[in-house]
């Protein structure tokens, strides 16, 4: 029978490669880390990598993938490999790749989100094709994967072009309109195998963003008169359990995502996965983003979460959980249920 020992865990060291690491070498693989030079520090100082392969830039991955098929390796992706590799290449790995490739593609493209998730019939926020239809409250969106950098909110056209203006080297349609909806963010994360055909609620989190949770440090009047204007760059995570009759809904609503992917994709979505939004006061979930991958906010779970430990009675991160997946389909003889 094949065993773990005959296969090796490695990823890219930013985003989630420690919880990812970790959780492999819980569940017996021996692990490898690809790390930009000069960056190495946490992956050695936290014992997760037994081989740390240096490159001069995340971009630079093509270079050591010969590495990988070498050793056996099997590569998880993660939020910093999708914005370094690039969607355009992702489809160029030839390395074992845990999870479907081709919904990346999806996740990273926010017309093709938007037809999958309303396919699923998921709430979403309005969207406006023109900054002249802006009719409320509306948060500007530019593209590619910048951890929320430069966002900014609009009340009217007038409100748009003045804040655009700053953002000249976007100004050829690179963002999206969104309707701005009033509530608390909620980041949903799921996982879902194929091996037992099961969904899973691993944890929830919100982003801790600079500026927009410092703001309310500093009086409205302050805000006005010393100009500052709300971003949303991500600095951090922080961990929420939810209102348990929020459940029902939660774990329906990932359902239905897992089971609309199957009509996107050859082999639909599996693994870990999250629906990022906004609930409102009236209860409405509004998703504005799925990723199809593993999170950053499951970091603060690296023990475990309180819906994992319900589950597992052993500490489970959404990383170890990944490892596991994989252990079962090698034990198994069915590899090629993880691998896409
Ligand atoms: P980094 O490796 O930190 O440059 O992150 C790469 C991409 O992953 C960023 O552009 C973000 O979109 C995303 N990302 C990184 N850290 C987090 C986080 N803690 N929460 C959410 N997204 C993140
Ligand atoms: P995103 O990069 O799409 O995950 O969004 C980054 C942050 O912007 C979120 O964590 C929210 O704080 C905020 N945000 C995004 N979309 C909306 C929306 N439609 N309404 C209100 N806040 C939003």
Redesign the pocket.
Known sequence: MANVIDYKIATLGSHTALQILKGAKDEGFKTICICEKGRTKPYKSYGVADEIIEIDNFKDYFKIEPQLIEQNAIIIPHGSYVAYIGAEKMMDVKAMHYGTKGILEWESDRTKERKWLLDADIKL?KIFKKPEDIDRPV?I?FHGAR??KG?FIANSPEEFYEKMEKHEEDADGNYVI??????V?V?SHYFYSRLNGELEIMSFD??Y?SN?DSIGRVAAKDQVDVGIRTT?T?TGNVPIVLRESLLPEIFDMGQRVVDSSKKIVDGGLFGPFCL???IDPELNY?V??ISARIVAGTNPFVNGSPYTWLRYDEPMSTGRRIARDIKEAIERGEIEKILG
Do not use: L, N, S, T
């Open positions: 926020p948060i969106k951890g929320g966002y969104q309707e701005y909806i009033v509530g963010p980041y919100k982003r963003e927009a949303y991500i990022e939004g906004i509004f504005f983003e």
